[in-house]
Nanobody, 117 residues
Framework: QVQLVESGGGLVQAGGSLRLSCTASGRTFSTLTMNWFRQAPGKEREFVACIRSGGTTSYVDSLKGRFAISRDNAKNTVYLQMNSLKPEDTAVYYC???????????WGQGTQVTVSS
């Protein structure tokens, strides 16, 4: 089992930045692929980014250049740095752990990000 707790969400003006954190416990964090997903109101959940155990990353094409995922294995934490935020980035952001990118077996509770225009 893996327990995931996200933090760092909030209200920000368009053009601003936020950094989300997700701290894991319960298994060897460094072996896991860590993902970020998001779900906007009335829309399906979508993959945002992932970072593999070896440190390689993947992003949904539409967010490349604005979002950056990173991990600190010593702190069992994965981060999502979000820059140049837009109102359409408003969503609940979820952290998920699993064996592959875009495949989440364990999920956090989500953190709300709201971007005002």
């Amino acid at each position: 089992q893996v327990q995931l707790v996200e933090s760092g969400g909030g209200l920000v003006q368009a053009g601003g930045s936020l950094r989300l954190s997700c701290t894991a416990s319960g298994r060897t964090f460094s072996t896991l692929t860590m993902n970020w997903f998001r779900q906007a109101p009335g829309k399906e959940r979508e993959f945002v980014a992932c970072i593999r155990s070896g440190g390689t990353t993947s992003y949904v094409d539409s967010l490349k250049g604005r979002f950056a995922i990173s991990r600190d294995n010593a702190k069992n934490t994965v981060y999502l740095q979000m820059n140049s935020l837009k109102p359409e980035d408003t969503a609940v952001y979820y952290c998920a752990a699993g064996p592959l990118c875009s495949l989440g077996l364990y999920w956090g509770q989500g953190t709300q990000v709201t971007v005002s225009s």
